[in-house]
Structure formats: C-alpha cells, structure tokens
C-alpha cells in the first residue's frame, strides 16, 4: 500500500473510532434537585442500554404495577421517586419494594468486564443472576462492594453531575428516605452525537409522584435510654463516647466489654492461637468509612462481611423501643441472623431499616456523631477504607 493511502486509512480509522466513542448516547437525567448527565455504554451493554432508552422515551410499552392498565407512549421513569443508598441514589420503581417490570428480566451482560470503580457509575440493579429492567442506580464514588452481583454498569455520569448525586443522596439519607418533600426524576431525555441538550424539565407535582411514600415506622414503646458505663473509645482523630444499654442488650455489651478490656477469650482467625487478656480493639483500624451511613471496625482481617471466625457467635438481641431512630447508635454488625461476634459499626443517621437486623449496644453523643461523620469522608479506596489509617487507639469504660 503506498505510504499516502496507508496514512489515510489510519485516520479514516482513528476517526471512525472517535465518532463511535462521540455517538455513545446521553442520558439526561433532571431531578427536583438538579441534572445528571450520563453516557451510556451501548455498545458494551446494548441489551440494557436498549431497554433504559425504550422505558425513558415511552416507546416500550409497560403496565402500571398499581392500576395494571398498559401504558402506551409513555416515559416510564418521569415522575418516579428517588431513594438514598449507601453509596449514592436508586431510582427506576413505581411501586414499593420492586425492581422492575412484573415477570419481565433481562440477561446479564457482563462482557467486557465493567466494574464500579469510578464514581458516577450508572448501573441496572439485579437480583438472582438477572438484571432488572428497570431500577438503577447512580454512585456517587467508586464503591467495589457493588462489584458482581449487585448491579450491571451500563452508564457513567460526569463530573458536573456528581454534586448532584451527593447533594440527593445526603438529602435523602439523613431523612431516612423520608424528606419533608419527596425527591423525584422530573425527565430523563436521550441525547445523541449532534442534538441539542434540552432545556431543564419542570418539576413533576409531589403530587403525582410515584410510589407513594411509605409511612414511618412508628413505635410501640417508649424509647429507653441507655443506663450502661460510657465507652470512651479513643481514636487517631479523636475520641468517641457511647452510653451502653446493658439492660436491653445484656449478652451483646458483656461480649463488647469483654473484648475491649481484654476479659472474654477469642481465637486470632490468623493464627487459630486462643488469646486470653488480649485487648481486642486496641489498634484497630476503621476499615469501612462511608458517607451518610456508616463507619465500621471490628474485624482483624479486614473482612468486611462479618464471617470471620473468633471463637465464637451470639445471637442478636432486641428490646422494645431501641430502634435506629437516630443518628449515632452503636451497634454489632453481623453476617445474617445470629452471627454476631466482634464487627462493630456506629450509624450517622436514623436508618430503621437496620431494625431488627443489628443489635443496638449503645448511643454516641452530638459530639461522637459529628467525628463519626468526619471519618466517613475521610479519603478513602473503592473498598471504602480510608487511604490513612483510622485506628482505635484504646477503649476504657467509665461508670456512672
């Protein structure tokens, strides 16, 4: 091939390949609290992207989970209700407590391999090896517990819409998904390469907005008070002082105590060697910090998900009126039921989600809450464990 043609069939190719990275659509996403602009991954993810696009456009048709009536030329996610999650927002239901289309699922598409390790990740969530069709979510930072089996990627946000999906997510999650006034996606338009952006949608009456809001929890008794020893647990970046129920928790805050102040035996998971007067927090790092819910210690291997072995397990404890109805609570984490052992997190909002899940053994002050919401935004990797080490420096008990 002469050099003159074999040049001009290398950049005929270069820009056939930056058209074909320009032409990737855009979903612009406006909200009753701003715009989020994502790039869709068709090419990589067309079965998904393809039905996104259908449902946002109106151009497949769905039935109305509600009136069961079909729905023809109508957007889907226009007037739908945005929730707050661990690591940014879900939108994409019409009803409570689903995640897509009745009987309808999509395959999963996994290849090439695209994980959340960016933030503004856009992903369709999916249950039992199949995507839903039409719930996703929105990160607002790289988060790898998403990775695998929680949701497909098939978007990513830019930079500008990040404040965006932050500003919600806080919103929502320090009113325990139940905000004065409800946050909804207004419109979401598809962009291609040479369209214009349109302008911002009106805001949707809270009116018509769907689901419905679920009412709050509410409570039978009275909340108690926690009567225990204070644990002042003393860290790198300050100390952090938590009033223990041990009258509503008695097995979980004696199993707390007795490995803080050395008095319970435990099993080194590495070593299987019994440790008898081992402080077990001392010098333990906070290996999940995440912003707007929780930070969380406990676990000498750095196994978030509580199935680390120590010896032993206890069963979880509850007690009318302690609930997570409040920011600040201290509580064990678990890895199911009954699988209690030495995890522990504190909470930076009310989150009655978690009731009945995870033992509550104690209440962190105004003063704990406010260092338990800097650890959380401390920098931090896609595993959410902060980049400088956060570590218990001692925990010691004060009586009343």
Known sequence: MPFSRFWCALLFTMNAFVMAAQSSPVAVIDTTLGRMRCKLFEQERPTTTAQFIALAQGTKDWVDPVSGVVAHGKPFYDGTRLYGIPAGVRGGSRTSGTA????????????????????????????????????????????????????????????????????????????????????????????????????????????????????????????????????????????????????????????????????????????????????????????????????????????????????????????????YDRPGRLAFGNNGPDTNNSEIFIAEHPMRRLDGGFTIIGQCDDASVKLVEAIARVPRDAANKPITPVKILRISFISH
């Not at 911002?200 to 225990?228: F, N, Y």
């Not at 590495?270 to 007067?277: L, R, S």
């Not at 077990?280 to 680390?308: C, H, K, L």
Request: aromatic content about 6%; proline content about 8%; some cysteine.
């Open 100 to 323: 897509g289309l009745p009987g309808v699922a999509l395959p999963v598409e996994n290849n090439p391999v695209l994980r959340y390790d960016h933030p503004g990740r856009l992903g369709m969530r999916r249950k039992k090896g199949q995507a839903g069709t039409t719930e996703f979510m929105i990160l607002d930072h790289a988060n790898s517990e998403d990775d695998g089996d929680d949701a497909v990627v098939f978007g990513q946000c830019d930079d500008e819409s990040l404040p965006v999906v932050t500003a919600i997510a806080h919103r929502l999650a320090a009113a325990d998904n139940h905000p004065e006034r409800p946050i909804a996606i207004n419109h979401v338009a598809i962009v291609r390469e040479g369209q214009t952006i349109p302008p911002v949608a009106p805001d949707v009456s809270a009116a018509l907005i769907v689901p419905k809001a679920e009412p709050m929890m509410t409570q039978t008794a009275q909340a108690p008070e926690p009567t225990g020893p204070l644990a002042l647990i003393e860290t790198t970046v300050g100390n952090l002082s938590c009033r223990l129920f041990t009258k509503e928790s008695p097995i979980a805050t004696a199993v707390f105590i007795g490995l803080a102040d050395g008095s319970k035996e435990w099993t080194n998971p590495v070593t299987k060697h019994v440790e008898h007067g081992t402080r077990f927090y001392d010098g333990m790092e906070f290996d999940r910090v995440i912003p707007d819910f929780v930070i969380q210690t406990g676990d000498s291997t750095g196994d978030i998900s509580g199935a680390t072995d120590i010896g032993f397990r206890f069963k979880n404890e509850s007690y009318p009126g302690l609930s």
